[in-house]
């Protein structure tokens, strides 16, 4: 193996990692979506040892990888009941629900708009920058931003959007 990869494999594959998990929603088809985007990125290596971005290209990869997956006829999985009350846990139970409700609302958001605000928000993209992975332009990420966390807001009136919302 390329030296030069496999220390940015090493360095890069934990931040792929969370990034596949937020697209995915599950730690094995994180853990796979990661996996092809890395085979994907070693095929190009020489040529982006040579003066690209490994990082970008691999991120680019991946997020039309996932695209793929969801532009595919899939089973819906849904999960049953509902999420229990807020009370006063002395542990972390109360974080663990937010994330699970996080997760489901994310899931409710068309892929386009999830895919923008986990771009822009757990990523901490640009615009610009959202707007050059998705291959779309700068207003297309800003509607699509408005119009998935209006829906956020809506699906999850307990969390506070209103911060850091904003470039």
């Not at 819906?76 to 409700?101: K, Q, Y």
Request: proline share 4%; charged share 30%; net charge positive.
């Amino acid at each position: 193996m390329n030296s030069d990869f496999e220390s940015f494999f090493r360095g890069r594959a934990p931040a792929l990692l969370r990034t596949a998990y937020l697209l995915t929603g599950d730690r094995h088809l994180a853990e796979d979506l990661v996996q092809d985007t890395l085979a994907r990125t070693f095929r190009t290596w020489r040529r982006l040892a040579d003066g690209g971005n490994p990082e970008a290209y691999a991120r680019r990869v991946m997020y039309h990888l996932q695209v793929s997956v969801w532009r595919r006829r899939r089973v819906v999985e849904t999960m049953p009941g509902e999420l229990p009350e807020r009370g006063n846990h002395s542990d972390h139970a109360h974080e663990a629900v937010e994330r699970l409700a996080l997760r489901r609302a994310l899931q409710a958001l068309p892929v386009r708009q999830r895919a923008v605000i986990i771009l822009r928000y757990f990523e901490d993209h640009s615009e610009a920058e959202t707007a050059d992975i998705l291959n779309c332009r700068i207003g297309t990420v800003k509607s699509h931003t408005a119009r998935a966390l209006a829906k956020l807001r809506e699906l999850m009136p307990q969390l506070d959007l209103s911060k850091g919302v904003t470039r």
